[in-house]
């Protein structure tokens, strides 16, 4: 239907309808016309149309036709003009002039009607005039829109059908060319695509035409974020077209799209969306850059199917780049991997083989192309590999074999192969494509994976049978198993020789042969020479397999075996070495006399296994009867030992008892065996809590052994006194002990020498003692007389003040006081210390500041240094060594060595007389030494006679002194040494360990 726009022919004062001939009807009216048939206005009038105006409410006099009938019969009459009268909308009646004209506007035949009102005279005459100017006019403008409409259609499809007809790498130019000639019939300035990448969240202008004169703007149009043009990237989403007639006048949300146009002197811009599938993938561009451009809508609806063409091409563009770029990687893949590739027809010609494929049958593919690849399939295999292809449909596409296949070389390898069906678009299989690879070491792997199971079963029962078997069926079972063996790995005989220890001898304990009877075996056994078998011993002794498959290639050395394996119809053979505690001790052989045998590396492997685990066998047989023999001496060793013996099972809570042990305590009715807890009851209760300590802190590792002295109670009820030492000989996983063994040795006889010779050694130390202080007696006399005649003044004076009538008599009186029992005190103390020393006491351990102990002995002899001359040189260690021992009876030793250096300094006159006293802490031990400058020994002697009793090298000696410091030494675990010094005089050192207890 004609289309005229609102507010055409408003400016003609007069009222003009416009009549369709073909359809008989109204199809515009303007202002006037709404007035002078009293519509309101224009909007009313058309609401009414196409509906005939003056059905009921406009019609005209009675008896004369309709108006509407007269207009449209003067397109047929020629009539141009005629007076009428009708009742106007509102009920109104008026005569009217109507002027009518025929013309043709988009191929539609129109009557002009004006209508005027009659009093107005010729008006009508001239409104019609004015309209048929303007409707020419009109119809001329639109003449050349519907052209300019046409040739764009024309061009939009020449474009889609050259788009549709155009291969994919010529795309790229044909967007160039479309781009051209759109930019020059539309008249802008600049015609360009835009493509977003939202990965990225970029745009960029790919395509651009310029007109003459117009600069490019491609270059600077690159990676632009499209959140700085988020307003036209929304509009475009939503489908819409952005069309900007003035850039200037872009609202403030298109702020950045604004000045951008302004920096490239764009006027006005039009962008159409690029969608495919929904998506957003671009815009299509126009921009001018001196006159505005307007679009009108069919010009737009246009610019969309322009935009869904030129996004068609840019997709299809898309997806042959990235077919092509896939086609080229999958072809890449396909050369470049490993696994074969085949393509071949129905027929089972070939249409495609990789590189891999040439490589691996080492030819060209244009000759595996000229051949069929079931040519290279082993042929017992073909039929079953062309039912399997056959078989492939549609529903069932893809298959898995593996089958044989013929290498260059003529070896037969195994391949994998996955075959698929490829089928056209009705279903019908019209290709196959094949992917194979090589197996053979998998198959091999596998196979070899199967034996290697199997063997280990073999020798799961062989186990087995060995712990079952002992004694003389152990021999027997061995043999079996080695025939077993040997059955497994093909071989029809077997045998183990063992070496000696020394490796002198060799003797061959199992052969099995198949088919030989017993007799046959025990016969072969007694009649095996090994003198000739140098060669081969030599080999094996050093570590390594000998295997012939043929004895005439062995080495000229090996003459000797090559003749003792002849003479036993032998044709090949493999010794095995067999290692025990690191060492070669025999071979394991298997032997094969109708066949020459090359056996593999996985039967070689399983051939070792077997011997390790038969020479385990053998080796925990020769240590089970080893044990046996050696717990039997060990047995007699223990009945014949004069100590008793216990043997603690910790784990079972069981302690083995030897008879010497049970008889000690008169027990030897009781078995062997004890409870844990019966024999630790027998302890005597007083030495119950040492005993436990000292055994808890050996089995929680605190000690290495286990030494302490302590009293058990024998069948009588008396006690009996035993030097116990045991250590723990076995633990668990955990590190928990499980086992511990040790002696017991009465001492009972011991105790009482020891305690006699302990009276002894008293009775000898107060000799000494006495002997001692009558060398120092006339020094302590004058000790003692100093604090006496000190005393007697201090006494003196006391009895004068008391005398005195002087004020502060009492006061001084009680200092005198004081001071008189000051040095009475004084000289007590000399008395006790020197008391000390000559009475019996008992030994008493008490914690001891040694520095403090040996400078209060040094100081006891300082009388004699001084009346001798002697200087004393005291160096005591400064880390103040604490120990716990006797106070006393180290004071004796110290002050016994102190004097015999005095002794020994006093005969020399030709330098200082010089004695250095000294205590030093390191390693554990404490030392007191006492070094003198004296001469020395005149005649050599030996040192260690100097501390025998009654040896003395004084004239005026006992030689008792030395002999009494090592029994005291001895008697608390200390140590006691002389050596002559470099130059001058003689050193005594005395050793104490820190840790040391003293006696018990």
Same mark, same amino acid.
């Given at each position: 239907?004609?289309?005229?726009a609102?507010?055409?022919?408003d400016s003609?004062?007069?009222?003009?309808?416009?009549?369709?001939?073909?359809?008989?009807e109204?199809v515009?009216?303007?202002?006037?016309?709404?007035?002078l048939?009293?519509?309101?206005?224009?909007?009313?009038?058309?609401?009414?149309?196409?509906?005939?105006?003056?059905?009921s409410?406009?019609?005209?006099?009675g008896?004369?036709?309709p108006?509407?009938?007269?207009?449209?019969?003067?397109?047929?009459?020629?009539?141009?003009?005629?007076?009428?009268?009708?009742?106007?909308?509102?009920?109104?009646?008026s005569?009217?002039?109507?002027?009518?004209?025929?013309?043709?506007?988009?191929?539609h035949e129109?009557?002009?009607?004006?209508?005027?009102?009659?009093?107005?005279?010729n008006?009508?005459?001239?409104?019609?005039?004015?309209?048929?100017?303007?409707?020419?006019?009109?119809?001329?403008e639109?003449s050349?829109?519907?052209?300019?409409?046409?040739?764009f259609?024309?061009?939009?499809?020449?474009?889609?059908?050259?788009f549709?007809?155009?291969?994919?790498?010529?795309?790229?130019?044909g967007?160039q060319?479309?781009?051209?000639?759109?930019?020059?019939?539309?008249g802008?300035?600049?015609?360009?695509l835009?493509t977003?990448?939202?990965?990225?969240?970029?745009?960029?202008l790919?395509?651009e035409?310029?007109?003459?004169?117009?600069?490019s703007?491609?270059?600077?149009?690159?990676?632009?974020?499209?959140?700085?043009?988020?307003?036209?990237?929304?509009?475009?989403?939503?489908?819409?077209?952005?069309?900007?007639?003035d850039?200037?006048?872009?609202?403030?949300?298109?702020?950045?799209?604004?000045?951008?146009?302004?920096?490239?002197?764009?006027?006005?811009?039009?962008?159409?969306?690029?969608?495919?599938?929904?998506?957003?993938?671009?815009?299509?561009?126009?921009?001018?850059?001196?006159?505005?451009r307007?679009?009108t809508?069919?010009?737009?609806?246009l610019l969309r199917?322009?935009a869904?063409?030129l996004?068609?091409?840019?997709?299809?563009?898309r997806?042959?780049t990235?077919l092509?770029?896939?086609?080229?990687?999958?072809r890449?893949?396909?050369?470049?991997?490993?696994?074969?590739v085949?393509?071949?027809l129905?027929?089972?010609?070939?249409?495609?083989?990789?590189?891999?494929?040439?490589?691996?049958?080492d030819?060209?593919?244009q000759?595996?192309?000229?051949?069929?690849?079931?040519?290279?399939?082993?042929?017992?295999?073909?039929?079953a590999?062309?039912?399997k292809?056959?078989?492939?449909?549609?529903?069932?596409?893809?298959?898995?074999?593996?089958?044989?296949?013929?290498?260059?070389?003529?070896e037969?390898a195994?391949?994998?192969?996955?075959?698929?069906?490829?089928?056209?678009?009705?279903?019908?299989?019209?290709?196959?494509?094949?992917v194979?690879?090589?197996?053979?070491?998998?198959?091999?792997?596998?196979?070899?994976?199967?034996?290697?199971?199997?063997?280990?079963?073999m020798?799961?029962?062989?186990?087995?049978?060995?712990?079952?078997?002992?004694?003389?069926?152990?021999?027997?079972?061995v043999?079996?198993?080695?025939g077993?063996?040997?059955?497994?790995?093909?071989a029809e005989g077997?045998?183990?020789?063992?070496?000696?220890?020394?490796g002198?001898?060799?003797?061959?304990?199992?052969?099995?042969?198949r088919?030989?009877?017993?007799e046959?075996?025990a016969?072969?056994?007694?009649?095996?020479p090994t003198?000739?078998?140098?060669?081969?011993l030599?080999q094996l002794?050093? *570590?390594?397999?000998?295997? /012939?498959?043929?004895? $005439?290639e =062995?080495p000229?050395?090996? +003459?000797?075996v !090559?003749?003792?394996? @002849?003479?036993f119809?032998v044709?090949s053979?493999?010794?095995i070495?067999?290692?025990?505690?690191?060492?070669?001790c025999?071979?394991?052989?298997?032997?094969?006399?109708?066949t020459?045998?090359?056996?593999?590396?996985?039967?070689?492997?399983?051939l070792?296994?077997a011997?390790?685990?038969?020479v385990?066998?053998?080796?925990?047989?020769?240590?089970?009867?080893a044990?046996?023999?050696?717990?039997e001496?060990l047995?007699?060793?223990?009945?014949?030992?004069?100590?008793?013996?216990?043997?603690?099972?910790i784990?079972?809570?069981?302690?083995?008892?030897?008879?010497?042990?049970?008889?000690?305590?008169?027990?030897?009715?009781? *078995?062997n065996?004890w409870? /844990?807890?019966s024999? $630790?009851a =027998?302890?005597?209760p007083? +030495?119950?809590? !040492?005993?436990?300590? @000292?055994?808890?802190?050996?089995?929680?590792?605190?000690?290495?052994?286990?030494e302490?002295?302590?009293?058990?109670?024998?069948?009588?009820?008396?006690?009996?006194?035993?030097?116990?030492t045991?250590?723990?000989?076995e633990?668990d996983d955990?590190?928990?002990?499980?086992?511990?063994?040790?002696?017991?040795r009465?001492?009972?006889?011991e105790?009482?020498?020891?305690?006699?010779?302990?009276?002894?050694?008293?009775?000898?130390?107060?000799l000494?003692?006495?002997?001692t202080?009558?060398?120092?007696?006339?020094g302590?006399?004058?000790?003692?007389?100093q604090?006496l005649?000190?005393?007697?003044?201090?006494?003196?004076?006391l009895?004068?003040?008391l005398? /005195?009538?002087?004020?502060d008599?009492?006061t001084r009186?009680? +200092?005198?006081?004081?001071?008189?029992? @000051?040095?009475?005190d004084?000289a007590g103390?000399?008395?006790?210390?020197?008391?000390?020393?000559?009475?019996?006491?008992?030994?008493?351990?008490?914690?001891?500041?040694?520095?403090?102990?040996?400078?209060?002995?040094?100081?006891?002899?300082?009388?004699?240094?001084?009346?001798?001359?002697?200087?004393t040189?005291?160096r005591l260690?400064?880390?103040e060594?604490?120990?716990?021992?006797d106070?006393v009876?180290?004071?004796?030793?110290?002050?016994?060595?102190?004097?015999?250096?005095?002794d020994?300094?006093?005969?020399?006159?030709d330098?200082?007389?010089?004695?250095?006293?000294?205590?030093?802490l390191?390693?554990?031990?404490?030392?007191?030494?006492?070094?003198d400058?004296g001469p020395?020994?005149?005649?050599?002697?030996?040192?260690?006679?100097?501390f025998?009793?009654f040896?003395?090298?004084k004239a005026?000696?006992?030689?008792?002194?030395?002999?009494?410091c090592?029994?005291?030494a001895d008697?608390?675990?200390?140590?006691i040494?002389?050596?002559?010094?470099?130059?001058?005089?003689?050193?005594?050192?005395?050793?104490?360990?820190?840790n040391r207890r003293?006696?018990e």
């Amino acid at each position: 239907m004609m289309q005229i726009a609102p507010g055409s022919f408003d400016s003609i004062d007069v009222a003009v309808l416009l009549h369709d001939v073909r359809t008989a009807e109204i199809v515009f009216g303007n202002r006037g016309a709404a007035r002078l048939l009293g519509a309101g206005s224009p909007e009313q009038l058309r609401a009414r149309m196409p509906s005939r105006l003056c059905d009921s409410k406009a019609s005209p006099r009675g008896g004369e036709p309709p108006i509407e009938a007269r207009i449209l019969a003067a397109a047929k009459t020629g009539e141009c003009h005629f007076r009428a009268s009708l009742t106007r909308c509102d009920g109104q009646t008026s005569d009217v002039d109507v002027t009518v004209s025929l013309t043709r506007v988009d191929g539609h035949e129109i009557l002009l009607a004006i209508w005027g009102d009659a009093t107005q005279g010729n008006a009508s005459v001239e409104g019609l005039r004015r309209a048929n100017e303007e409707l020419r006019t009109r119809a001329i403008e639109r003449s050349a829109e519907l052209r300019f409409h046409h040739r764009f259609e024309d061009l939009l499809i020449a474009l889609a059908t050259r788009f549709i007809n155009l291969p994919g790498d010529q795309i790229e130019v044909g967007l160039q060319h479309a781009l051209q000639e759109i930019g020059v019939f539309t008249g802008v300035d600049r015609c360009f695509l835009y493509t977003f990448d939202d990965t990225v969240n970029e745009a960029g202008l790919t395509h651009e035409w310029v007109a003459d004169g117009v600069p490019s703007i491609k270059a600077t149009m690159q990676h632009l974020p499209l959140t700085d043009h988020s307003w036209g990237i929304e509009t475009l989403r939503r489908g819409q077209i952005i069309s900007v007639p003035d850039t200037a006048q872009m609202p403030d949300e298109a702020k950045a799209l604004r000045e951008m146009y302004w920096r490239i002197g764009v006027k006005s811009a039009t962008y159409v969306p690029l969608i495919y599938g929904a998506e957003l993938r671009g815009m299509l561009g126009f921009s001018t850059l001196t006159a505005a451009r307007e679009w009108t809508a069919n010009e737009v609806a246009l610019l969309r199917v322009l935009a869904e063409v030129l996004a068609s091409a840019i997709e299809r563009q898309r997806v042959e780049t990235a077919l092509r770029v896939s086609e080229y990687r999958y072809r890449s893949i396909v050369n470049d991997q490993t696994d074969l590739v085949v393509r071949w027809l129905p027929d089972r010609s070939q249409t495609f083989v990789n590189e891999a494929a040439c490589r691996y049958f080492d030819a060209s593919a244009q000759q595996l192309l000229s051949e069929t690849l079931l040519e290279r399939v082993l042929p017992e295999d073909r039929e079953a590999v062309d039912r399997k292809l056959s078989a492939l449909t549609a529903d069932r596409p893809v298959s898995f074999d593996e089958r044989r296949v013929v290498r260059p070389n003529g070896e037969t390898a195994w391949m994998q192969w996955v075959d698929r069906a490829l089928v056209d678009g009705s279903g019908r299989v019209c290709e196959y494509q094949s992917v194979g690879r090589d197996i053979t070491k998998q198959k091999h792997a596998r196979e070899n994976l199967r034996k290697r199971l199997e063997f280990e079963r073999m020798l799961g029962s062989m186990s087995a049978r060995f712990l079952e078997a002992s004694g003389s069926d152990l021999d027997a079972t061995v043999s079996d198993a080695i025939g077993q063996v040997a059955g497994f790995l093909g071989a029809e005989g077997a045998f183990i020789q063992r070496f000696s220890d020394d490796g002198a001898t060799v003797s061959q304990t199992h052969v099995w042969r198949r088919g030989a009877s017993p007799e046959d075996t025990a016969r072969l056994l007694l009649n095996v020479p090994t003198e000739d078998q140098n060669w081969l011993l030599d080999q094996l002794r050093s *570590g390594r397999i000998v295997q /012939s498959p043929d004895l $005439r290639e =062995l080495p000229p050395a090996a +003459d000797g075996v !090559r003749r003792l394996y @002849e003479w036993f119809g032998v044709r090949s053979f493999l010794h095995i070495p067999l290692f025990a505690a690191g060492r070669v001790c025999g071979s394991l052989c298997v032997a094969n006399t109708q066949t020459s045998t090359l056996w593999p590396d996985e039967s070689i492997d399983l051939l070792r296994v077997a011997g390790a685990v038969i020479v385990g066998v053998l080796e925990r047989a020769d240590a089970d009867r080893a044990i046996q023999q050696s717990e039997e001496r060990l047995r007699i060793t223990i009945d014949a030992v004069e100590e008793g013996l216990y043997d603690w099972n910790i784990a079972k809570g069981e302690v083995y008892l030897s008879d010497h042990w049970l008889r000690s305590l008169g027990h030897s009715e009781r *078995g062997n065996v004890w409870g /844990s807890h019966s024999w $630790r009851a =027998l302890v005597h209760p007083e +030495d119950a809590p !040492r005993f436990n300590a @000292e055994l808890d802190r050996h089995l929680s590792g605190a000690s290495e052994m286990l030494e302490v002295r302590y009293r058990l109670r024998g069948a009588s009820g008396e006690y009996v006194w035993f030097d116990s030492t045991g250590r723990i000989v076995e633990w668990d996983d955990q590190g928990q002990p499980q086992r511990m063994v040790g002696l017991d040795r009465d001492i009972s006889q011991e105790i009482v020498e020891e305690r006699r010779r302990s009276e002894l050694e008293g009775r000898v130390a107060r000799l000494s003692r006495a002997a001692t202080m009558g060398v120092t007696v006339a020094g302590i006399t004058h000790e003692v007389n100093q604090p006496l005649h000190a005393a007697a003044t201090f006494t003196e004076t006391l009895k004068r003040t008391l005398e /005195s009538d002087r004020p502060d008599s009492r006061t001084r009186a009680m +200092d005198l006081a004081d001071k008189v029992a @000051e040095q009475v005190d004084r000289a007590g103390d000399i008395l006790r210390k020197m008391r000390s020393l000559t009475r019996p006491t008992a030994s008493t351990l008490e914690p001891t500041d040694l520095n403090a102990a040996v400078r209060e002995a040094g100081e006891q002899l300082a009388f004699v240094a001084s009346d001798k001359g002697i200087a004393t040189d005291f160096r005591l260690d400064v880390s103040e060594p604490q120990l716990r021992i006797d106070r006393v009876q180290l004071q004796q030793v110290v002050i016994n060595l102190i004097q015999n250096a005095y002794d020994a300094t006093a005969n020399q006159h030709d330098r200082e007389r010089r004695v250095i006293v000294s205590t030093d802490l390191r390693d554990g031990f404490a030392t007191v030494a006492v070094q003198d400058n004296g001469p020395g020994p005149e005649e050599p002697l030996e040192i260690g006679k100097l501390f025998d009793p009654f040896f003395t090298t004084k004239a005026s000696g006992m030689g008792i002194g030395l002999s009494l410091c090592k029994a005291i030494a001895d008697r608390h675990g200390w140590t006691i040494a002389a050596e002559l010094n470099p130059a001058h005089g003689m050193t005594f050192s005395l050793l104490i360990p820190e840790n040391r207890r003293g006696p018990e």
